[in-house]
């Protein structure tokens, strides 16, 4: 948690020095406005976002999904994981609230791994509702068909990392 902080905050300070170079002080001024628009609208609905989860842990059967996705569960709870990954309707701070609630009610950090990448490429909600209808059945499909693995290789890759680090 700490090393991610620093890694951020490093990048952080780095684009205000090349914000500052070009713009000067309007840019960091405009850029820090930016910044707090957005933090507020976060800072209201990610406390939100993790309260509902903590509450769907309580009506969902997570206990249930464990045996299917658990860290014993190997490939088959990987490619399970995927799907239910891309069934999850909403953005991230729905998602990944679930995500970690699955988490800490037993499932295996390679098929939470998997269900996080099948959320990110598959997202059967914006499929219907702007891929498809924007780009086109057939464009979707293509995609689809073409990104099937990823999820898959994502949490088999993950599971083949846990074997060999610390």
């Known amino acids: 948690m700490i090393a991610a902080a620093i890694v951020i905050w490093t990048?952080?300070?780095?684009?205000?020095?090349?914000?500052?170079?070009?713009?000067?002080?309007?840019?960091?001024?405009?850029?820090?406005?930016?910044?707090?628009?957005?933090?507020?609208?976060?800072?209201?609905?990610?406390?939100?976002?993790?309260?509902?989860?903590?509450?769907?842990i309580q009506v969902l059967p997570v206990d249930a999904l464990v045996p299917y996705i658990g860290p014993q569960s190997?490939?088959?709870?990987?490619?399970?994981?995927?799907?239910?990954?891309?069934?999850?309707?909403?953005?991230?701070?729905?998602?990944?609230?679930?995500?970690l609630v699955i988490l800490q009610g037993g499932a295996g950090l390679p098929q939470i791994v998997a269900l996080i990448s099948g959320w990110s490429i598959f997202a059967?909600?914006?499929?219907?509702?702007?891929?498809?209808?924007?780009?086109?059945?057939?464009?979707?499909?293509l995609r689809?068909?073409?990104?099937?693995?990823l999820p898959l290789a994502a949490g088999i890759l993950a599971e083949a990392l846990l074997a060999i680090l610390p």
């Open 11 to 56: 990048i952080v300070g780095g684009l205000a020095l090349i914000v500052h170079r070009r713009q000067g002080n309007t840019g960091l001024v405009a850029a820090g406005k930016m910044g707090l628009a957005q933090g507020k609208g976060l800072a209201i609905r990610l406390p939100l976002a993790i309260l509902a989860a903590s509450f769907l």
């Open 74 to 99: 190997g490939v088959m709870g990987i490619a399970i994981a995927s799907v239910i990954g891309g069934l999850l309707p909403g953005g991230p701070m729905t998602s990944f609230p679930i995500a």
């Open 124 to 141: 059967l909600h914006r499929v219907l509702a702007y891929e498809a209808p924007i780009m086109g059945w057939r464009f979707a499909a």
């Open 144 to 149: 689809l068909t073409a990104s099937l693995v």
